[in-house]
Each structure stands twice: as structure tokens, then as C-alpha cells.
């Protein structure tokens, strides 16, 4: 009969115990290309992902390093690349979102310091729900990939 009252309040126990908590959108693989010296403006890269049962809407990302900073996506009509800006970007339950050169991208504006490969850059990507997203980037030149961190 012990045994028996010790499995029940066990298994009531780890019923109402708090199991891991739910993960959080993250941002990865996230890069700044160097600019010129002087340049005002450069681009950003990353991947936003979304491990929740609910789409999340990045609606800005800002940086103490940049003046501003827009969410841009590049493409290409009747052969010609064009570059517009986005007010949001939806990343899908489960999914993920690229920002990668040629695509969807940051476009950051007015560098407050000059910054030079391997400098760092901490950014904040904004949800539509008010929630906010820390990311940490480094500077690199030219095409960069995960491999190279």
C-alpha cells in the first residue's frame, strides 16, 4: 500500500511540476557587412527563428551603433534587382526566416563609430507583441557564412 501512495504522489508531483520552459524566438548567424570607411550606410544578415506554435511579426530592429535601421528585401523584376523596404517581416510557427545577401536584409543607416571587421554590434529585433529579441554581430567583410564565426 506504501508503494502505491509514494506512485501517486510522485506521479501528482511531476504533474504539476513546471517542465522546461517554453522556447523563445532566437536570432543566429548574424553579420554586418564592413563598409567603406565613411560610408553611410552598410547591411545586415541573420536568421530569425521562430520555435513557437504562434507566427511572430518582427516589426523593427534598432542598434546604438546605427542611426537607423529598416528591414529591406531585394528582388528581381524583368531582370532588374530591385531593393524596397518592409514595415514587418512574418516568421511562421515552427519556421525561420532568412536575412542573407541578395534577399531579405537590414539596411543600417549612419554608423555612430567606425567599425571594422571583427568589431562587434549589439542589435535588438522588435516583435509586433512588444517583446524583443538581443542579438549579437560581428562586422566581416565581403560574403560571410556560419562556418566562419
Aim: proline share 8%; glycine share 10%.
Amino acid at each position: 500500500m506504501r508503494l502505491v501512495i509514494v506512485a501517486v504522489v510522485t506521479a501528482l508531483l511531476s504533474a504539476c511540476s513546471p517542465g522546461a520552459p517554453p522556447a523563445s524566438p532566437s536570432v543566429s548567424d548574424s553579420w554586418i557587412r564592413e563598409a567603406p570607411p565613411g560610408a553611410g550606410m552598410t547591411a545586415g544578415y541573420m536568421t530569425v527563428v521562430n520555435p513557437t506554435d504562434r507566427e511572430i511579426e518582427i516589426v523593427g530592429v534598432r542598434s546604438e551603433d546605427f542611426g537607423s535601421i529598416e528591414l529591406h528585401i531585394t528582388t528581381t523584376e524583368d531582370g532588374v534587382a530591385k531593393m524596397r523596404a518592409q514595415d514587418s517581416v512574418t516568421v511562421p510557427p515552427g519556421g525561420m526566416v532568412v536575412f542573407e545577401p541578395g534577399g531579405r536584409h537590414l539596411m543600417m543607416f549612419d554608423p555612430v563609430r567606425p567599425l571594422g571587421e571583427g568589431d562587434t554590434v549589439m542589435m535588438t529585433v522588435v516583435l509586433a507583441d512588444g517583446s524583443e529579441i538581443t542579438a549579437e554581430s560581428k562586422i566581416a567583410r565581403g560574403a560571410h557564412t556560419h562556418h566562419e564565426h
